[in-house]
């Protein structure tokens, strides 16, 4: 299981213009075809990171920080098995351990939590969207069958974002950040 941060703007939005601005915060935009693009109609889901997962992010973290670490290592086991029986050899599982822990805490939580909360901003008040949906999940399959977003995606206001919003963030719901209606 791998956890995997998505994220969804509104459909008329020009990706040309918001793909340098996720660039200058160290973000892209990499759209998915996906279940949940099928149910976003007005949106377009994507993935906003580059790595090949996203384990260890800060978003959900205080949610995922309730694992003892038995849990931790029993899960790890658990998704070494399912890897092999999906014919991965070692040096791949050896690889995919490292970028993983590679991905873990390699910058500060608050570090990227800052990250995060610029991205939002300059989305929401330098280009002017409507809103910033994201969501992490654990994934145990592909990313294109998860039946997800879970529920009605609550809205946040952008005053309301901060590093404990996004370590509070539940898996499988998508948030909705949305700039103020003035």
């Known amino acids: 299981m791998c956890e995997y941060i998505t994220a969804t703007l509104p459909v008329k939005s020009d990706l040309k213009i918001f793909q340098p601005v996720f660039e200058r915060y160290g973000f892209t935009i990499d759209p998915l075809d996906a279940m949940a693009a ?4 007005s949106e377009i889901y994507f993935r906003p990171t580059t790595a090949s997962c996203d384990c ?3 978003l959900g973290s205080a949610k995922r920080a309730r694992l003892s670490p038995e849990e931790q290592a029993s899960r ?3 998704e070494i098995v399912g890897l092999r ?3 991965w050899s070692e040096s791949k599982i050896k690889r995919w351990q490292a970028e993983k822990d590679k991905n873990s805490p390699s910058q500060s939580r608050a570090e990227e939590g800052e990250q995060w909360m610029r991205l939002i901003r300059a989305v929401l008040q ?3 969207a409507a809103s910033l949906g994201l969501m992490v999940h654990s994934y145990s399959g592909s990313l294109s069958a ?3 977003p879970k529920g009605k995606p609550p ?4 005053a309301d974002v901060n590093q404990t919003t ?3 963030m539940e898996d499988g719901v998508l948030y909705r950040f949305v700039r103020p209606s003035w």
């Open 155 to 158: 809205h946040l206001r952008l």
């Open 38 to 41: 099928q149910r976003l109609t």
């Open 166 to 168: 996004l370590e509070n």
């Open 76 to 78: 790890l086991q658990t």
């Open 146 to 148: 998860a039946d997800l």
């Open 56 to 58: 260890g992010t800060i």
């Open 126 to 128: 330098e280009l002017g």
């Open 85 to 87: 029986k999906k014919g």
